[in-house]
């Protein structure tokens, strides 16, 4: 490619608000026929809302509340933001919490005085031994409403359930729309559970879904698409997006998303919605086409 077409179109990319880092990145993004997007914080929001608690039986709402609260202020993921904001707005103040730590994917454990709090998915759960199936059906039913559902174990027993509403994009939709026009195959990858994914996936016209993926399976996925003979383009916002931005063929950041995932990309799109993917697409294609 020439030096001067390249320099013409990242200028047209930052008048629209993509911001290319790696001139390979445009080159390639004409030859993508699959694109892979993470769910939260790209397709939707990434600002969801406390919207459900409900604590198991024998546990009182405002201490499971106040232990949550405490114990998720050490972690920088969007739902525990939720959380603690939700928390908050509901009266309650947190003590401090010690010996935290944090599972990417997964959730996080915190100690809150004399109690040990875990909040995450089922995979969480069976790692501190609160696996319950009774609340794991109670979480699927909240669920099929697009509700992202966390479980609670306080002490490593099943404590109740957490569930916050991240509304999708108003621009989703119409973007996998345009993808789709133009060939593209579009793929959600999400760590959050099958019937949250579903239905988020359902409302904006994605029929292909891997859930429940840890970021190495992220990574992974893209891999083996791209061993299946796919050009792959990688749109996500999160540290757990990372590894998959850094193995696609393109990698396309959310410019309202982590540091990390910023560096990891060839593109950023500034907006953070997914419409920017399918101008990038056009510019690519734009851009191959002064050069040739
Ligand atoms: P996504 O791929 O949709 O961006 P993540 O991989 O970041 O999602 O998270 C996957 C799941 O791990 C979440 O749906 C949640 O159940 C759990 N989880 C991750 N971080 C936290 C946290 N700080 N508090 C509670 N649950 C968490
Ligand atoms: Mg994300």
Do not use: C, W
């Not at 239905?199 to 190495?216: L, R």
């Amino acid at each position: 490619a020439t030096p001067m077409s390249i320099m013409t179109g990242t200028g047209k990319g930052a008048q629209n608000g993509i911001l290319v880092k790696n001139a390979e990145a445009l080159e390639t993004f004409e030859k993508v026929d699959t694109i892979v997007v993470d769910k939260t914080g790209t397709l939707t929001e990434g600002r969801p809302e406390l919207v459900m608690v409900e604590p198991a039986q024998g546990i009182d709402e405002s201490e499971m509340l106040r232990l949550v609260g405490a114990a998720e202020i050490g972690s920088e993921h969007p739902l525990a933001e939720a959380i603690v904001k939700g928390a908050r707005a509901r009266g309650h103040k947190f003590a401090a919490a010690s010996d935290f730590s944090s599972v990417t994917g997964e959730g996080i454990e915190a100690s809150v005085g004399k109690r040990r709090v875990a909040i995450g998915n089922a995979k969480m759960m069976r790692r501190v031994g609160a696996y319950d199936p009774i609340m794991a059906d109670a979480a699927e039913t909240a669920r099929a409403k697009g509700r992202t559902v966390m479980f609670v174990a306080i002490d490593g027993k099943p404590a109740g359930l957490i569930g916050v509403a991240d509304p999708i994009k108003p621009t989703s939709a119409r973007a996998i729309g345009r993808l789709h026009a133009a060939g593209i195959r579009v793929v959600m990858l999400t760590g959050d559970s099958e019937a949250t994914a579903r239905a988020v996936a359902n409302e904006v016209g994605i029929d292909e879904v891997h859930a429940d993926v840890s970021p190495a399976d992220k990574n992974r996925i893209v891999g083996e698409l791209k061993a299946a003979g796919k050009t792959v383009a990688m749109a996500g916002d999160g540290i757990n997006d990372a590894p998959a931005l850094a193995a696609a063929d393109v990698g396309v950041a959310m410019g309202t998303g982590t540091d990390v995932a910023i560096e990891s990309a060839g593109m950023t799109l500034v907006r953070g919605d997914l419409e920017g993917l399918a101008q990038a697409h056009r510019l690519s294609s734009a851009t191959m086409r002064n050069i040739r």
